[in-house]
């Protein structure tokens, strides 16, 4: 059975750092697009970043530009999130998603992701 397992959130103080996991089993991750997703309380869930399996290209948000980089360990079949010099604004439940497409830049941006994680939360307060 396909799954996404996050994990890595927790309280961290503003400008401080979390690196977030994403664990697939069922699946080989390295074959799938890769998108990073959040919802903070009372909001809509929004895109954070994605990534291209086929080209490797990428796609930030302004939020998550200069802050934010994802990386793939295919040996562990992970994804990370690496998230620097958090806002309390980064407060929210952070997702991982996959997709067997072939998409590229604002295309695997805006991509409907076919597998999603349970969310770990990030918490983002002195």
């Known amino acids: 059975q396909a799954q996404l397992v996050e994990s890595g959130g927790g309280l961290v103080q503003p400008g401080g750092s979390l690196r977030l996991s994403c664990v697939a089993s069922g699946f080989t991750l390295d074959y799938y697009d890769i998108g990073w997703f959040r919802q903070a309380p009372g909001k809509r869930r929004e895109g954070v970043l994605s990534?291209?399996?086929?080209?490797?290209?990428?796609y930030y948000t302004d939020s998550a530009k200069g802050r934010f980089n994802i990386s793939r360990d295919n040996a562990k079949n992970t994804v990370y999130l690496q998230m620097n010099s958090l806002k309390p604004e980064d407060t929210a439940v952070y997702y991982c998603?996959?997709?067997?497409?072939?998409?590229?830049?604002?295309?695997?941006?805006?991509?409907?992701?076919?597998?999603w994680g349970q969310g770990t939360q990030v918490t983002v307060s002195s």
């Open positions: 990534v291209s399996h086929s080209d490797g290209s990428t």
């Open positions: 998603a996959a997709d067997p497409s072939n998409c590229s830049g604002y295309g695997c941006y805006v991509l409907s992701y076919t597998y």
